[in-house]
Structure formats: C-alpha cells, structure tokens
C-alpha cells in the first residue's frame, strides 16, 4: 500500500522526518519498503500569472505567454492548450530542476523555439509528479500566491507491506493511529459537516437488504443538483496518484480518496439510471453477465452478492460498479453507496471473477463497520464543497443490530512472563488507552474494550502482541533464554530425510524448497509420469489459479526454477528438494516424504586447466549409486517408457524389486514447453521406500591379506541388452572368488547396426590365500559360459 505523508498529517500533528516515521512503522510491525520523494522531485518552480498571450508566428500549435512572478516578466513559449490570460500556473525558471520519466533530474535552460526565446517552462502535473496528466498546464485557484515556491507540493510517499490481519491499516487514517499510539499523540478526524435541504431521502428511494448475511449494514445518502467540474481539485489529485489510483472525474475522485484516507470503499451510482428509485442487496440465482466500469463483460456465477434495481445489476457487491449505473460528465443526482460487506462473499467474488480491486482487498481483509456512515459524510461533504450539490436530508442506515465492541481478558502477569518484561499496570493501561480501548479491571484481570476497526484482535495473545508493539520491540530487553531438553526423540522420518540433505550437499548440489501448491498445469504434467488424471486434488478454497493443485510430483516445481534461473543467465544448476507430494489413492488421500534431484548444464565449474562438459544422464545415476552405497542398499534400474522422459535415457529405480523412483533425460517437447534449451536431467526417490531398506548397521571386513587378479572380458551383444542385465547375471552366477565386478567401457560403430561392445573388469579374491592363475582362470572361464549360455539369443558371436 501507498501512502503520502501529506495525507497521514492531516490525522496526526507531528514534524519528524520521514525516515523516522519509517523507522516507527517497520518496528510496531508495519514494514516500510521504500520511500520516495523524500526530497523534492522538483526546485525552483513558483506559481507564476499569465499576463497575456500571443501566436507563435512559426507554429500554429504553440504560444508566447508573458508570464511574472509578482517581480520580474518573462517569455515563455508553451504548447498547451489551455494556457491563456489571467491564470495561475507553475513556473520553472532557467536553471530550476525537474525528474523526467525515468526520475532523472534534468535543468531547465533558456531556449530557442522555432525562433523565439523561452526563458523558463509552464509545467504539467505530470511534469512535477503531481499525477500523469501532462495534456495541460497546471491552473491554481486563488488560495495560491503569485511568486509563491511550489516545493510544498511534494510530500514523501510511503510503500508498506502490510500482513493479512492489518486491514485495519489500509488507510491513511490507519497509519496515523498506529503512529499515534507509538509517539503518545491525539488523532484528528476530517470534516463531516454536510448541510441538508428539506427533502428527505425516503421520498426518492428504497433500500431493500435481501442477503442480510452478505450484507450486514447499508448506507447511502442522496445528492441532486450537481455541477460536476471537468477535473478535479490538484490536492485531490496529488493524493490519489501518490496512492497509485489514476484520477477519473470528481465524483469517482472523492469516492476513491475517501477511501484511502479512511478505509471505507464507497460506490456512486447516477440516480436517474435506476429503474424504479429501488435497490436491492441480494445474491444472484444464476450466472449473470455483467458489463463493468472498466468496459469488461464478466460472467458472475450463482450466490454472487451484487446491487441491483428492478432491471439489472448495478455492481458486484465490494468489487467493482457495472456500467450502467455510471456517472458522466451529464449526471445531475447521484446515490451515494456506503457499505459494509461480508469479507468472505467478496473474498469468494474476487477470486471466482479473477478481479482485485482497492475496494475487494479492503472489503477482505475486514472493515470498520462503524466507519460506513462516517465515511459517507465525509465523501458527501466533499462533493457539496467541490461539485455544489444540494443533500437531501437524512441517511439511509440498513442493519439488523448495532456493532458493538469486543471485550477481552488480558492477564499483565502473563504478558510480562511471554514478553519477559516488567510492565507496571498503569504502563499497560496507558498503551490500551492509546490504542483507543476502554480498560475495566476485574481481580487481576484487565477487560479491555477494543475498538471495532481492530478486527485482528480475538485472543489474550492478540493483547500481548499489542502490549510489545506499541511497547517496542527494541525495548524489550535482551536476557539469555532457559535452555530446557527434551526426552522425546526426533521422528526417524526427521532424521533420514535430515541425512540425505547432508549428503546431497556434500555432492555439492544446492537445496532449494517451493511450494507444495501449484497450478493445473503444472499439475497435470506428472500425470505422464504414469500418474492417473483422478489422482491429482484440487485445492478447496485455492487463492488463486496459480495455487489451486496439491503438487503429485516435485518435477514440475523444479522444471520451474530451471527455466527461471535459464531466463537469468544462470544456466549451470545441481538442484535437490525435500518436500512432500500429495495424491488420490481410492477414496483417501496420499501424503509422502519425496526427494527430488535435477541436473543441467556443465559438469564443473569454469576451470582454465581443463574443458569442461555437459552434465550427462550418468552424472546423474552415478550420485543416486553412491548414496545407495552409503545406505547399504543394493538398488537395480530398469529401462521404462515415461513419455515426460527421453526413449532410452530413462529408468524405473528398483530396491528388492520394489519400484522407489524414476530417473530419466526430460524429453525436448516438455524442455520446449519450459523454454528451456539444453538437457535436463531429473529423478525423484520414495523417501518413505528409501528409508525401509536402509540398513541402521554398518558392516566392516577386515582388509584384505592376500591380492586380487584381474581379468577383462569383451562381449559383443545386441544394442537392446540393458548393461544392468549383465550385473544381474553376474550376481545369480555362484562364484566364490568373484569379488567385484567393474563396466569399464561400452563401445558402438556407427557402421554397424543393433551391436554394442561392453567391456567388464572381474577381481578375483580369495580371504585365505593367494589364487594361482589356473584357478582364477577356471572360475572366470566358468562364468563366461554360463552368461553365454542365459544370454545366447543376446551375444553376436
């Protein structure tokens, strides 16, 4: 949210700079991003009189204006079309300072324009930052004085994060509260006066609140006889595009500003545009259509809250107005609408239509609802004094109940011991009667009455919250924390998946963690890893499109972060995440612990004293080997079809015939899909299968007494033989002295076709003594004919 410090001061007397205003904000809990223009974005300009104008003889589209700054005249050749005799306009002398587009400062200097001399420029609003309008120059009404330094125009903006529960705080009236309860001060409340003509509002319309539930308050008041201006006052202006709102016309202005400046999302509609003089809050049936302000049509489905006349809808309940109610330049009486919605209707609209708006994001986090009827004065005291129109007398106030205050119990022993403070009483008192409560005392309880507009205040922790906010956070002193152990022991599922991550960085390949909701999308692509479409599940109550799946695989999230570090150069990446994945399975669901890795680009880092290479499906199998290894599990890959997997660079990952995982090259299509251009690399494991089959016990063998021989043996076979085919034969053939067997190389010409050459390095051993030749010789001509004779319709001989 944006707020300017011009705005915050008119609730609030104070006169400090607005890095310490800053300062107070980020450490009650309100977190300041940025501030801009603490310092002018402009100098030297003054409000400067048109003495009078003439044709520029060489343009038809520019003028030469005398200008004076109650001093001295100049000539100044401007290209607006509006500048004429007798206004007041700003004036940026030779040598004054203005911010271009790109917030660059830039002089004013004197100019030749098409032969005649400038001494200076009548600046836009949009030239002083003042909003976008840059069509015309800027006219002051008489509260400005000629020759009158036009810095005070510029006034620091704020940019807060603010948490899900400060609805209260998206205003500016907001932001003075909770400065006013840090710095001890009173606030101030705007103008409400309005005056009234004798007749009375329920003469002109009817209000009827159907869904009293989405709706639990409506007000709204009746204006006539407006004269509506073509724009805007510049102060109005200024603040509504220091807040980010683009300026519309007065009416819709007020509306706005009154919003940001108290909280309340406000609603004209143009009287005479409703059928019948009568309003109804209700939800709707069935879908509907509506044509809205900013020239969408939308579909608004069923038990959607709008406004509506006899005919039509005339808004979507604390979204957005349709525009067949609007207000134009025309509109003589206007209904003035001041609600208060239900958060969670408006929470389900917004996100049904895929449509925020200031008024929707306030409306769902929570609004005052004894701030409708004040906020309502406010804007229509505003459009009396700025578009003269005349009040009809009363206001509409539709509700079942009045709202009251919530009372909650709050022990200062407790909020001492959380905090570890020693607050007396009376300082706790004093922090609630700045936060606007009421405080009774009952034994050695406070009952403390807070105000309506703090719906994030529920609990006595809520209370403590507050008591260390306003307190400070960096006054609550340091003391060295209880150290206290605990006897039950850690998960075994904690410390497994705690050791692979251990081991994965000791790989050298980097952790990262994302989110376990995704979008359909990038749900739905794990489904070619042979994951049925029924056991996807959908989110609920999702937020938005983007998070509406519970992810069944971490592949797609960590495809994401490939492409996204891709888009930023960052091309060399050895990824690995922890997470859970979800699943349907009959009629429950699935939650498991699952490990992700995901490889691409170069091997090493850039290294001058060798070439490096591209990271290769077996970079990838080599580290799932080696931590096999270390759990002392015996695994096997066999090949598979996964279509999201390139055809033979993929493999089903097997423990005791148990599948526990998939390895594979991602297939170009999908690469495509993701923008990506160079391979990847991806395996996930069962964390939960994984940790059955580790052994907890670690075996050690003497080192050996006697040596090994060695012997290498050449087959030729058919390209289809997976090399994994040859380990399992090797295994099953019983070989007393067969200690290890190594794949030192697999050969294939070109020119040959269906025929590999696999290369294997057998040792030999026997644990007590040394083997002759011809017993090594025997037990390995043995096992050549035995694999000939299981493979004979394999080898080429």
């Given at each position: 949210m944006k707020v300017s410090y011009s705005l915050i001061k008119q609730f609030l007397d104070i006169n400090i700079s607005a890095n310490d205003v800053a300062a107070h904000l980020t450490l009650a809990g309100l977190e300041v991003d940025s501030i801009e223009y603490q310092t002018s974005p402009f100098s030297g300009v003054f409000v400067g009189l048109v003495k009078e104008t003439k044709k520029h003889p060489e343009a038809d589209k520019l003028c030469i204006a005398t200008v004076t700054d109650g001093k001295e005249d100049f000539q100044v050749v401007c290209g607006a079309i509006n500048c004429r005799k007798d206004i007041k306009v700003a004036f940026a002398k030779v040598n004054a300072t203005l911010e271009d587009e790109n917030k660059k400062q830039f002089k004013i200097k004197k100019a030749k324009l098409r032969g005649i001399e400038s001494h200076g420029m009548l600046c836009s609003e949009k030239e002083l930052s003042i909003s976008n309008m840059h069509e015309k120059i800027i006219e002051f009404d008489e509260s400005f004085e000629i020759g009158q330094d036009l810095e005070h125009l510029s006034s620091p903006i704020f940019e807060i994060s603010l948490t899900p529960n400060l609805g209260h705080c998206m205003s500016a009236i907001g932001i003075a509260r909770e400065l006013a309860a840090i710095l001890n001060k009173k606030i101030k409340h705007p103008n409400t006066n309005v005056e009234e003509i004798s007749k009375h509002i329920k003469d002109s319309i009817s209000i009827i609140r159907e869904d009293k539930e989405g709706c639990p308050r409506y007000c709204c008041r009746i204006i006539e006889d407006l004269s509506i201006p073509e724009e805007s006052p510049l102060w109005l202006k200024k603040e509504l595009f220091a807040s980010n709102i683009r300026p519309i016309s007065p009416i819709v202005d007020i509306t706005n500003y009154v919003m940001i400046e108290l909280g309340q999302p406000l609603h004209a509609f143009d009287l005479d545009l409703i059928d019948n003089k009568k309003i109804t809050i209700k939800s709707t049936k069935t879908k509907e259509h509506v044509l809205c302000l900013d020239k969408e049509k939308r579909t608004i489905p069923e038990n959607t809250l709008v406004i509506a006349d006899d005919k039509k809808i005339l808004a979507i309940a604390g979204v957005m107005g349709?525009?067949?109610?609007?207000?134009?330049?025309?509109?003589?009486?206007?209904?003035?609408?001041?609600?208060?919605?239900?958060?969670?209707?408006?929470?389900?609209?917004s996100r049904s239509i895929n449509l925020k708006t200031e008024s929707s994001q306030r409306f769902e986090k929570g609004i005052d609802p004894n701030m409708v009827n004040v906020a309502l004065d406010r804007a229509t005291s505003l459009i009396q004094k700025i578009c003269k129109g005349k009040v009809q007398k009363g206001i509409i106030d539709s509700k079942d109940f009045s709202f009251e205050r919530k009372t909650l119990?709050?022990?200062?022993?407790?909020?001492?011991?959380?905090?570890?403070?020693?607050?007396?009483?009376?300082?706790?008192?004093?922090?609630?009667?700045?936060?606007?409560?009421?405080?009774?005392?009952?034994?050695?309880?406070?009952?403390?009455?807070?105000?309506?507009?703090?719906?994030?205040?529920?609990?006595?922790t809520d209370l403590i919250e507050e008591v260390a906010r306003v307190y400070g956070y960096n006054n609550i002193p340091k003391i060295a924390p209880k150290y206290s152990s605990e006897n039950i022991p850690h998960s075994p599922l904690y410390l497994f998946e705690n050791y692979l991550k251990k081991f994965f960085i000791a790989e050298k390949i980097q952790e990262i963690q994302t989110c376990d909701i995704v979008s359909e999308k990038l749900a739905t692509l794990t489904t070619e890893l042979s994951l049925p479409t029924s056991s996807i599940i959908k989110v609920?109550?999702?937020?938005?499109?983007?998070?509406?799946?519970?992810?069944?695989?971490?592949?797609?999230?960590?495809?994401?972060?490939?492409?996204?570090?891709?888009?930023?150069?960052?091309?060399?990446?050895?990824?690995?995440?922890?997470?859970?994945?979800?699943?349907?399975?009959?009629?429950?669901?699935?939650?498991?612990?699952?490990?992700?890795?995901?490889?691409t680009g170069n091997n090493e880092p850039y290294n001058l004293e060798k070439s490096r290479r591209k990271i290769d499906f077996f970079d990838l199998k080599g580290i799932l080997e080696n931590l096999f290894n270390s759990l002392q599990i015996e695994s096997s890959f066999s090949l598979s079809a996964h279509p999201?997997?390139?055809?033979?660079?993929?493999?089903?990952?097997f423990i005791d015939n148990i599948d526990i995982g998939v390895i594979g090259a991602i297939h170009?299509?999908?690469?495509?899909?993701?923008?990506?251009?160079?391979?990847?690399?991806?395996?996930?494991?069962?964390?939960?299968?994984?940790?059955?089959?580790?052994?907890?016990?670690?075996?050690?063998?003497?080192?050996?007494?006697?040596?090994?021989?060695?012997?290498?043996?050449?087959?030729?076979?058919?390209?289809?033989?997976?090399?994994?085919?040859?380990?399992?034969?090797?295994?099953?053939?019983?070989?007393?002295?067969?200690?290890?067997?190594?794949?030192?190389?697999?050969?294939?010409?070109?020119?040959?076709?269906?025929?590999?050459?696999?290369?294997?390095?057998?040792?030999?051993?026997?644990?007590?003594?040394?083997?002759?030749?011809?017993?090594?010789?025997?037990?390995?001509?043995?096992?050549?004919?035995?694999?000939?004779?299981?493979?004979?319709?394999?080898?080429?001989?």
């Amino acid at each position: 949210m944006k707020v300017s410090y011009s705005l915050i001061k008119q609730f609030l007397d104070i006169n400090i700079s607005a890095n310490d205003v800053a300062a107070h904000l980020t450490l009650a809990g309100l977190e300041v991003d940025s501030i801009e223009y603490q310092t002018s974005p402009f100098s030297g300009v003054f409000v400067g009189l048109v003495k009078e104008t003439k044709k520029h003889p060489e343009a038809d589209k520019l003028c030469i204006a005398t200008v004076t700054d109650g001093k001295e005249d100049f000539q100044v050749v401007c290209g607006a079309i509006n500048c004429r005799k007798d206004i007041k306009v700003a004036f940026a002398k030779v040598n004054a300072t203005l911010e271009d587009e790109n917030k660059k400062q830039f002089k004013i200097k004197k100019a030749k324009l098409r032969g005649i001399e400038s001494h200076g420029m009548l600046c836009s609003e949009k030239e002083l930052s003042i909003s976008n309008m840059h069509e015309k120059i800027i006219e002051f009404d008489e509260s400005f004085e000629i020759g009158q330094d036009l810095e005070h125009l510029s006034s620091p903006i704020f940019e807060i994060s603010l948490t899900p529960n400060l609805g209260h705080c998206m205003s500016a009236i907001g932001i003075a509260r909770e400065l006013a309860a840090i710095l001890n001060k009173k606030i101030k409340h705007p103008n409400t006066n309005v005056e009234e003509i004798s007749k009375h509002i329920k003469d002109s319309i009817s209000i009827i609140r159907e869904d009293k539930e989405g709706c639990p308050r409506y007000c709204c008041r009746i204006i006539e006889d407006l004269s509506i201006p073509e724009e805007s006052p510049l102060w109005l202006k200024k603040e509504l595009f220091a807040s980010n709102i683009r300026p519309i016309s007065p009416i819709v202005d007020i509306t706005n500003y009154v919003m940001i400046e108290l909280g309340q999302p406000l609603h004209a509609f143009d009287l005479d545009l409703i059928d019948n003089k009568k309003i109804t809050i209700k939800s709707t049936k069935t879908k509907e259509h509506v044509l809205c302000l900013d020239k969408e049509k939308r579909t608004i489905p069923e038990n959607t809250l709008v406004i509506a006349d006899d005919k039509k809808i005339l808004a979507i309940a604390g979204v957005m107005g349709a525009d067949n109610s609007a207000i134009s330049s025309s509109t003589k009486s206007i209904v003035l609408e001041s609600a208060f919605f239900n958060s969670a209707k408006v929470r389900k609209t917004s996100r049904s239509i895929n449509l925020k708006t200031e008024s929707s994001q306030r409306f769902e986090k929570g609004i005052d609802p004894n701030m409708v009827n004040v906020a309502l004065d406010r804007a229509t005291s505003l459009i009396q004094k700025i578009c003269k129109g005349k009040v009809q007398k009363g206001i509409i106030d539709s509700k079942d109940f009045s709202f009251e205050r919530k009372t909650l119990k709050l022990r200062p022993s407790k909020a001492n011991d959380l905090l570890g403070t020693n607050l007396s009483n009376q300082e706790i008192i004093s922090i609630f009667e700045r936060l606007d409560s009421t405080i009774n005392i009952k034994n050695d309880d406070f009952l403390i009455t807070v105000p309506t507009y703090r719906n994030d205040l529920n609990i006595e922790t809520d209370l403590i919250e507050e008591v260390a906010r306003v307190y400070g956070y960096n006054n609550i002193p340091k003391i060295a924390p209880k150290y206290s152990s605990e006897n039950i022991p850690h998960s075994p599922l904690y410390l497994f998946e705690n050791y692979l991550k251990k081991f994965f960085i000791a790989e050298k390949i980097q952790e990262i963690q994302t989110c376990d909701i995704v979008s359909e999308k990038l749900a739905t692509l794990t489904t070619e890893l042979s994951l049925p479409t029924s056991s996807i599940i959908k989110v609920l109550h999702s937020k938005s499109v983007d998070h509406s799946y519970l992810r069944p695989s971490l592949l797609s999230n960590l495809l994401e972060v490939v492409r996204f570090n891709n888009q930023h150069k960052n091309q060399d990446l050895r990824l690995f995440e922890v997470g859970r994945i979800y699943q349907k399975k009959n009629e429950g669901f699935l939650e498991r612990s699952a490990l992700g890795i995901i490889l691409t680009g170069n091997n090493e880092p850039y290294n001058l004293e060798k070439s490096r290479r591209k990271i290769d499906f077996f970079d990838l199998k080599g580290i799932l080997e080696n931590l096999f290894n270390s759990l002392q599990i015996e695994s096997s890959f066999s090949l598979s079809a996964h279509p999201i997997f390139h055809p033979g660079q993929q493999a089903n990952i097997f423990i005791d015939n148990i599948d526990i995982g998939v390895i594979g090259a991602i297939h170009p299509n999908i690469l495509n899909t993701w923008d990506l251009s160079q391979n990847v690399y991806f395996a996930e494991l069962n964390i939960n299968e994984l940790m059955k089959h580790t052994h907890k016990r670690t075996l050690i063998n003497q080192i050996p007494q006697f040596p090994s021989s060695e012997r290498d043996w050449t087959i030729i076979t058919k390209e289809n033989v997976p090399v994994q085919t040859f380990f399992e034969i090797f295994n099953k053939i019983s070989n007393d002295i067969l200690e290890k067997v190594f794949l030192l190389d697999i050969y294939k010409d070109q020119k040959i076709d269906n025929q590999k050459n696999v290369t294997f390095r057998f040792i030999y051993r026997d644990k007590t003594k040394t083997l002759s030749f011809e017993e090594v010789e025997k037990s390995h001509n043995k096992l050549m004919q035995e694999t000939k004779k299981i493979l004979q319709d394999y080898l080429i001989t």
